[in-house]
């Protein structure tokens, strides 16, 4: 019997018959991805899949009407040959009781919104890189980054490039020939080969303005005299400008600066009223008290500029005047800092674009010299103890209401406001004062402690936090 029944299979094996009724009666099959994802500028939409034969088809909501059904060799397609609106949509295909099922969803056409924002109104300039900073929308994310594509062209004949995509891409040196130049982000639809611009962005080309450096910046006498003085000049050098970018080798894989020559630097001014033009003579450590001598248009002023244009630098020649007379032999010194307005210019040379900055350079000053004394018949006397009290009476309810005259030569100052106790804490740190960390809080007083002088200074000789 078992040798009756292997016969008789291995007949209908022998004539086709047994694997035909097979495939007919338990073979129905149908294959679609299951998440498509596109752009609503898309222009043709193909939706593939492969099947054992011509499926039927719904979608959810509805687009009959709206595309083309293509069945062949066990291979069809669904065609939409327009943009389709943003949204999700479910399409279902069907044979007999198997079925398949797709996502598809419909982004819009952006980048993501906040990055969209920032990038309208960059500026890209000749003679710097080509970068973009970019992210794609979250949606997108589980697409492969191979479809995507930063498209550049400059000038306007030229032909666009493509370039692998990267959230911070780097491209070549900016021509300034490309007198316009356009960006763009693409996404390349596989099926089609059709790009979709997801971004696109067309400028010209500016041109990078003067970098101004003065951080560096020396200042001294012009003469090493120590004679008696009531004028001197000042040299001020190592303000520069640095090497500027304006073009591309033809490659561009390396910048092309201009020349200093092509720079110009107007004639440089001081900020008289900048809060950073703050000028004092000094007697040792503090300030002269007896001196009103501050810089103003007469007493300290530009005298000469000079711009070489070989190696860019600026040098520059300040005449101080009208120092203040003294009765005693003690040096003084002219401390704090002056604010000096520079402005620098260029006209690119092959792209005739124009930059200009201007920089507001403190430049601090510390220079020692020796006043002229006050010539008098008499031989000069410090004042005495006496009259030295009876000026400093009239200051007696600022300074301390109820100090005895020995306190008042000797005065300690309880600063117990936060702003005046800041100011005074700062004042001292312009000094060059070492001092321990400021604190904020107001409950501990900062004490100044020092004695009074004879020539009205006030000589300070300790300092601390509490009482």
């Known amino acids: 019997m078992n040798r009756l029944r292997s016969l008789l299979i291995l007949l209908l094996t022998a004539s086709g018959l047994c694997c035909i009724a097979h495939s007919n009666a338990f073979s129905q099959t149908i294959a679609i991805d299951t998440n498509i994802t596109t752009f609503n500028k898309l222009m043709t939409t193909l939706i593939v899949f492969t099947a054992s034969e011509k499926p039927t088809i719904r979608t959810e909501p509805s687009l009959e009407g709206q595309y083309t059904l293509t069945f062949e060799g066990g291979k069809g397609s669904l065609r939409f040959d327009k943009p389709m609106s943003i949204g999700r949509y479910t399409i279902t295909l069907s044979i007999g009781k198997t079925t398949a099922k797709t996502q598809w969803n419909v982004l819009p056409t952006t980048l993501d919104s906040a990055v969209m924002r920032r990038l309208i109104g960059t500026y890209f300039y000749s003679g710097k890189r080509l970068t973009l900073k970019s992210k794609l929308p979250a949606a997108a994310a589980h697409l492969p980054l191979d479809q995507f594509k930063i498209r550049y062209r400059f000038g306007t004949n030229s032909k666009a490039i493509d370039s692998p995509y990267s959230p911070a891409w780097v491209g070549p040196y900016i021509p300034a020939s490309a007198n316009r130049l356009s960006i763009a982000v693409v996404w390349q639809y596989p099926p089609t080969g059709e790009f979709i611009p997801l971004f696109h962005y067309e400028t010209i080309a500016k041109q990078v303005p003067p970098q101004i450096v003065c951080d560096s910046t020396t200042v001294v006498r012009t003469d090493t005299s120590l004679l008696a003085t009531s004028g001197f000049d000042l040299n001020l050098n190592g303000i520069r400008v640095d090497a500027l ?148 009476l009239p200051l007696r309810p600022i300074l301390c209401r109820d100090c005895s005259d020995d306190a008042v030569r000797n005065m300690a100052w309880r600063v117990k406001s936060p702003a005046l106790r800041k100011e005074v804490y700062d004042y001292l740190l312009r000094l060059g004062r070492k001092l321990p960390q400021y604190s904020p809080n107001t409950a501990t007083p900062l004490v100044l402690g020092g004695t009074a002088k004879r020539n009205g200074a006030f000589d300070l000789k300790t300092l601390r936090f509490g009482n």
């Not at 103003?296 to 190696?311: E, P, V």
């Not at 674009?353 to 000053?365: F, R």
């Open 245 to 392: 970018p304006i073009s591309a080798d033809s490659n561009g894989a390396n910048p092309i600066n201009a020349a200093f020559s092509d720079i110009i630097v107007n004639p440089p001014a001081i900020d008289y009223n900048s809060p950073d033009t703050q000028l004092r003579v000094y007697v040792g450590d503090m300030p002269d008290f007896t001196s009103i001598w501050v810089a103003t248009g007469t007493a300290f002023t530009i005298a000469k500029s000079l711009y070489n244009a070989t190696t860019g630098t600026l040098a520059l020649t300040i005449a101080v005047r009208d120092l203040p007379l003294s009765k005693y032999i003690e040096p003084r010194t002219i401390r704090g800092t002056v604010a000096i307005r520079l402005t620098a210019k260029i006209t690119n040379p092959l792209s005739d674009e124009k930059a200009q900055t201007s920089l507001l350079c403190v430049i601090p000053i510390h220079i020692v010299y020796q006043p002229l004394a006050i010539t008098s018949t008499k031989t000069a006397k410090y004042p005495t103890l006496n009259s030295w009290m009876a000026r400093m």
